[in-house]
């Protein structure tokens, strides 16, 4: 994940998720980052150490296609 930016990015637009950094948890190895992209509708990933993304930061997620799962609810 990284801070959301007008600047171009690698990969297909197809696989970018925008939205707001709900939560934060840091770690020696990278934090735990969750976005929130929609009411309801979260996304939970890695980013490096010290990253810097803060909570109510807005922020977007780039996800290989390799790494979708998608789980739904009975």
């Known amino acids: 994940m990284g801070r959301a930016s007008a600047a171009a990015r690698p990969g297909s637009a197809a696989n970018r998720l925008e939205g707001s950094v709900t939560r934060v948890a840091r770690g ?16 939970v990933g890695f980013a490096p150490p010290a990253s810097g993304l803060r ?8 996800v290989d296609e390799s790494s979708v799962v998608v789980a739904l609810g009975a």
């Open 28 to 43: 020696d190895s990278g934090d735990e980052i969750t976005l929130a992209l929609a009411p309801g509708l979260q996304v």
């Open 55 to 62: 909570v109510r930061q807005r922020a977007c997620a780039t």
